[in-house]
């Protein structure tokens, strides 16, 4: 498995093998979905927390901390202090550590405290255990988060207080079946340009940090789009042939891939559907156009990118081309065929309110 260099963007670094995985993120505008596609943009279904302790008692968290991410804010024991602040019973386990603890049936909520890659790695592992969970976003991208409506400047006293009267909501964890073997994602499986970003940002010479590490990732994205070659792409979705000639094919669960790219602007992680989104040749104008719009500072102009939604995609990878799933690319390359599913694990998420 690769995992590309990070462009300085994120402020989490991961060092467990397991956790691992590149914060090296396109920089990317808001893209939007034209009128010839399903284009509802529905919001993300939730109902009101109806709280599992007595009245009175103590939420009893167990939080999972990924210690790198964030600032001197976010350490363990500001973390743990913020959390009995809001009135809740705290238990402490490193992110990377033995979930079988958190598993234990004495937690009523698993806090998950890092950047999108460790929210991640622990929401795979927790899909389909009826475990429930909430985050606490310290990473720079937070795509999860914003997907979720959770403020992801809020400070984790203001975040933990919202727990009990918070709202539950279902979080779908897709699957992938490629010749490798079968893994769960959260935010997206894909290949062409953005896998070719984090294979670039895994080589790039410099990782500078902070602002100067997003224009460092605008840049590597203007080269990626200027250099990219279409390759012809086997694609089903629930029976729908949408083969063609495409730079970069992307399976959605979260609204935004990279540094808040809004990708797909309609997707709800708790619906059992994926957003398939394609892009062309006819889109790659437009992508540098967006990207030199970020590096300037400038809003982003709106571009349309086919998307389709669906439950089942079948996807022939082309010869050469890697996938990545989440932040992490595939060793494994083309040609392979995948199967890309949704809907048959999940986690039941605490949304505070």
Same mark, same amino acid.
């Given at each position: 498995?690769?995992?590309?260099?990070?462009?300085?963007? @994120?402020?989490?670094?991961?060092?467990?093998?397991?956790?691992?995985?590149? =914060?090296?993120?396109?920089?990317?505008?808001?893209? /939007?979905?034209?009128?010839?596609?399903?284009?509802?943009?529905?919001?993300?279904?939730?109902?009101?927390?109806? *709280?599992?302790? #007595?009245?009175?008692?103590?939420?009893?968290?167990?939080?999972?901390?990924? #210690?790198?991410?964030?600032? +001197?804010?976010?350490?363990?024991?500001?973390?743990?202090?913020?959390?009995?602040?809001?009135?809740? +019973?705290?238990?402490?386990?490193?992110? &990377?550590?033995?979930?079988?603890?958190?598993?234990?049936?004495?937690?009523?909520? $698993?806090?998950?405290?890092?950047?999108?890659?460790?929210?991640?790695?622990?929401?795979?592992?927790?899909?389909?255990?009826?475990?429930?969970?909430?985050?606490?976003?310290?990473?720079?991208? *937070? *795509?999860?988060?914003?997907?979720?409506?959770? &403020?992801?400047?809020?400070?984790?006293?203001?975040?933990?207080?919202? /727990?009990?009267?918070?709202?539950?909501?279902?979080?779908?964890?897709?699957?992938?079946?490629?010749?490798?073997?079968?893994?769960?994602?959260? +935010?997206?499986?894909?290949? @062409?340009?953005?896998?070719?970003?984090?294979?670039?940002?895994? +080589?790039?010479?410099?990782?500078?940090?902070?602002?100067?590490?997003?224009?460092?990732?605008?840049?590597?994205?203007?080269?990626? $789009?200027?250099?990219?070659?279409?390759?012809? /792409?086997?694609? @089903?979705?629930?029976?729908?042939?949408?083969?063609?000639?495409?730079?970069?094919?992307?399976?959605?669960?979260?609204?935004? $891939?990279? #540094?808040?790219?809004?990708?797909?602007?309609?997707?709800?992680?708790? &619906?059992?559907?994926? &957003?398939? %989104?394609?892009?062309?040749?006819?889109?790659?104008?437009?992508?540098?156009?967006? %990207?030199?719009?970020?590096?300037?500072?400038?809003?982003? #102009?709106?571009?349309?990118?086919?998307?389709? =939604?669906?439950?089942?995609? =079948? $996807?022939?990878?082309?010869?050469?081309?890697?996938?990545?799933?989440?932040?992490?690319? =595939?060793?494994?390359?083309?040609?392979?065929?995948?199967?890309?599913?949704?809907?048959?694990?999940?986690?039941?998420?605490?949304?505070?309110?």
């Amino acid at each position: 498995m690769t995992r590309g260099r990070s462009l300085g963007i @994120g402020r989490e670094t991961r060092t467990s093998p397991r956790l691992a995985a590149t =914060r090296a993120r396109a920089a990317m505008p808001g893209l /939007w979905i034209p009128s010839s596609f399903d284009t509802s943009i529905r919001p993300l279904r939730s109902r009101p927390l109806v *709280n599992s302790t #007595p009245r009175g008692s103590p939420v009893r968290v167990t939080l999972m901390h990924n #210690p790198s991410a964030g600032d +001197e804010d976010h350490g363990r024991e500001a973390l743990m202090a913020a959390l009995a602040e809001a009135g809740h +019973e705290v238990r402490y386990e490193p992110a &990377d550590g033995d979930l079988s603890t958190a598993l234990d049936g004495t937690a009523d909520l $698993i806090a998950v405290a890092g950047g999108d890659g460790t929210i991640a790695a622990v929401f795979t592992a927790l899909a389909g255990t009826g475990a429930r969970a909430t985050l606490l976003p310290l990473g720079s991208a *937070n *795509n999860i988060a914003r997907t979720l409506g959770i &403020d992801e400047d809020a400070a984790p006293l203001a975040l933990a207080r919202g /727990w009990k009267r918070g709202e539950r909501r279902p979080f779908d964890v897709g699957r992938l079946r490629a010749s490798d073997g079968t893994r769960r994602f959260v +935010e997206s499986v894909g290949g @062409g340009l953005f896998t070719d970003l984090l294979l670039r940002a895994e +080589e790039a010479p410099v990782d500078p940090g902070g602002d100067a590490g997003n224009a460092h990732g605008l840049r590597l994205m203007a080269q990626v $789009i200027a250099d990219a070659v279409p390759q012809r /792409w086997t694609v @089903g979705l629930d029976g729908l042939d949408l083969s063609g000639e495409y730079l970069s094919v992307e399976v959605m669960n979260t609204r935004q $891939i990279g #540094p808040h790219m809004r990708l797909a602007p309609g997707a709800d992680p708790g &619906d059992g559907l994926l &957003d398939l %989104v394609l892009i062309g040749e006819e889109q790659r104008e437009a992508l540098g156009t967006a %990207v030199e719009a970020m590096a300037a500072g400038d809003p982003a #102009p709106a571009l349309d990118m086919p998307s389709r =939604r669906g439950r089942s995609l =079948r $996807i022939g990878v082309p010869g050469g081309c890697r996938l990545h799933v989440d932040d992490e690319v =595939r060793s494994a390359e083309g040609p392979e065929d995948v199967l890309i599913t949704i809907g048959d694990a999940r986690i039941e998420l605490v949304v505070p309110r």
